[in-house]
């Protein structure tokens, strides 16, 4: 069982910065993938980015390519998501999400946090 807890949301202005944590309760944390979703009112859960346990290779969705960032740490047991340029569209409750096995982008991850709210005001 892995437990996911986030932190680092909040309130940003249009082109401004936030960065997400999320810190892993499990002491294997580095045989984990690990990627963010986001999902905004009335909208389904999307895939924002992932980054691989094996090789740390990153894949990031088409609409936050070049402005977000995803990274871990290992020894912490967290993997981060560097927020810049925001828009608001970017308005969402954010969740990190930990597999096993190969990364994916889409939703099929075993273990969820509860969300971290972020609001993006134009």
């Known amino acids: 069982q892995v437990q996911l807890v986030e932190s680092g949301g909040g309130l940003a202005q249009a082109g401004g910065s936030l960065r997400l944590s999320c810190a892993a309760s499990a002491r294997t944390f580095s045989l984990y993938n690990m990627g963010w979703f986001r999902q905004a009112p009335g909208k389904e859960r999307e895939f924002v980015a992932a980054?691989?346990?094996?090789?740390?290779?990153?894949y990031y969705a088409d609409s936050v390519k070049g402005r977000f960032t995803i990274s871990r740490d290992n020894a912490k047991n967290t993997v981060y998501l560097q927020m810049n340029s925001l828009k608001p569209e970017d308005t969402a409750v954010y969740y990190c999400?930990?597999?096993?096995?190969?990364?994916?982008?889409?939703?099929?991850?075993?273990?969820w946090g509860q969300g971290t709210q972020v609001t993006v005001s134009s």
């Open positions: 980054i691989s346990r094996s090789d740390g290779s990153t």
């Open positions: 999400a930990a597999r096993p096995g190969i990364v994916v982008v889409t939703s099929n991850y075993n273990y």
